[in-house]
């Protein structure tokens, strides 16, 4: 019985979801790279910078940590059933209709809201080289260009997802090399104060205090929201039994080379007190080693990763609202594809709410930033504990004989998943606790709300929009 159902739910046909299996394992694993470098790292570390100092990199290891935790959970449900719309179909499957219905909705609200935090972004690095463009334009801009790219096609997605990806990794371990150089060698202009020492030197490793290092707890969680964006593209793999297991392994890697490793680097080549909120770490402190050009190329590399994950929120908010129209969630209208089975109507309609964040970045352009990606941090959390919460259900129910066990397990088992959760709820507090962040808690209920009164109509007036399967609607629309 168990083997039947996996049969039939495993790995939905191309031609059942409409998508193109147009991802190749190449695309893949730049596709999860390039999701754990982004605006987070980039410009939003030079917050947590000042407000931690040297002891930031501890954050970001201990939360390194439970994230892979929360990929390894992704990772079981993922081989035992790989479909696009992941984290809503699990939500559904394992803790029923409604909790599906605002996972669906939670996680495409995450990417609109972070599609506007990274449009926010690309538009304060080009205030770099053009102070005099108000941030608004520039937003607007940007947002129309990826918007014209994601109708293209997936495989043109994945290609540019790419080769954007490509620019952040060769651009960070470039810059490793190069803060490496200045410390061993003394060269540059920082190369008299540049040293391992800055680490300690100014105050410690804790400047502020343990309790000001777990208060950056949520900045931090902020910069790895993305990596689960391997889930979103395991209906349009080519091989998601193999390609996704590969792409979540190489995570601890990542983390440790590119959050880790950067941040040593760069808080040892300049004292953590010259870093301000608001500007890149990494250019300000290649700016400071007086390299030429460095600054700017520093910049062009994290507009570059901005523009990356503004084009992963667009990929992303169309498949998840063309997931949920399909289960008669959303307006029918949304389930069409264009000519090269590209959700275009899911993607616009995502992409004219995103604008959104090119009005805040009219009416406050110095805080658009921070108060989008508080309600991105907590749209995120929900995400994670849902991952971990579904993983531990399917757990219970493999080990009962009603589900075939994964063919990639998670270590820790339960007790691993549960105490990520108990993390996700400590972060969870320390927005409470934070001013700037607090704004997201007000957000989220009216989100809640909104959910909750739309659930309530869906069953009066389309109850079988919460009854069911996605797979069973889908069978629905083509009169099987």
């Not at 590119?258 to 301000?276: D, H, K, M, N, R």
């Not at 667009?314 to 307006?331: F, H, I, K, N, V």
């Not at 969870?428 to 934070?434: G, K, N, P």
Request: with cysteine; proline share 5%; hydrophobic share 50%.
């Amino acid at each position: 019985m168990a083997e039947q159902l996996y049969d039939e739910l495993s790995d939905p046909k191309p031609d059942e979801e409409g998508y193109a299996r147009g991802l190749g394992s190449r695309q893949i694993q730049m596709i999860a790279i390039g999701g754990a470098i982004g605006t987070g790292l980039f410009l939003g570390a030079g917050t947590a910078i000042s407000k931690a100092g040297p002891s930031l990199i501890l954050s970001y290891a201990v939360a390194g940590v439970v994230i892979f935790v929360i990929m390894r959970a992704l990772g079981e449900l993922l081989t035992y059933r790989p479909v696009s719309g992941s984290f809503a179909e699990y939500a559904r499957e394992f803790l029923g209709p409604f909790a599906g219905y605002v996972t669906g909705w939670t996680y495409w609200l995450f990417w609109v809201v972070t599609g506007m935090a990274e449009t926010t972004a690309a538009a304060v690095y080009v205030r770099f080289w053009a102070p005099d463009i108000p941030q608004w334009i520039s937003a607007l801009v940007f947002l129309l260009i990826l918007y014209a790219a994601n109708l293209i096609s997936v495989r043109l997605f994945g290609e540019i997802e790419f080769w954007f990806s490509m620019v952040k990794v060769t651009a960070i371990i470039g810059m490793i090399l190069i803060g490496v150089g200045v410390l061993t060698l003394g060269f540059s202009d920082a190369g008299d104060t540049a040293s391992i020492t800055n680490l300690w030197q100014d105050g410690g490793f804790f400047p502020k205090g343990i309790g000001a290092t777990v208060m950056t707890l949520q900045i931090v969680m902020f910069a790895y929201l993305g990596v689960e964006l391997v889930g979103v593209t395991a209906g349009e793999s080519e091989d998601p039994q193999r390609t996704l297991p590969r792409a979540i392994n190489t995570l601890p890697w990542r983390i440790g080379l590119f959050y880790i490793g950067a941040l040593v680097v760069i808080l040892s080549l300049v004292p953590w007190t010259e870093f301000q909120p608001g500007v890149s770490p990494f250019v300000a402190a290649f700016g400071k080693v007086g390299i030429p050009a460095a600054a700017g190329i520093i910049n062009f590399v994290v507009l570059t990763a901005a523009l990356s994950s503004c084009n992963s929120g667009m990929y992303s908010t169309g498949r998840m609202l063309r997931d949920l129209a399909l289960r008669g969630q959303a307006p029918g209208l949304l389930t069409k594809l264009n000519g090269s089975r590209s959700p275009a109507f899911a993607i616009t309609a995502s992409t004219l709410l995103m604008g959104l964040g090119v009005l805040l970045n009219y009416v406050a352009p110095g805080r658009a930033f921070e108060y989008i990606t508080s309600v991105a941090t907590v749209c995120g959390l929900w995400t994670w504990a849902m991952i971990l919460i579904c993983q531990i259900r399917y757990r219970r129910a493999w080990q009962n004989g009603h589900l075939p066990p994964p063919t990639f397990r998670a270590p820790g088992g339960v007790w691993s998943s549960w105490s990520a959760l108990a993390f996700l709820a400590v972060v969870l507090v320390l927005i409470a606790f934070d001013r700037n962040s607090r704004i997201s808690l007000y957000v989220f209920p009216a989100w809640a709300a909104l959910l909750v009164i739309g659930y309530q109509v869906l069953r009066r007036v389309r109850p079988e929009a919460v009854h069911g399967t996605a797979h069973d609607h889908l069978h629905a629309r083509d009169g099987g």
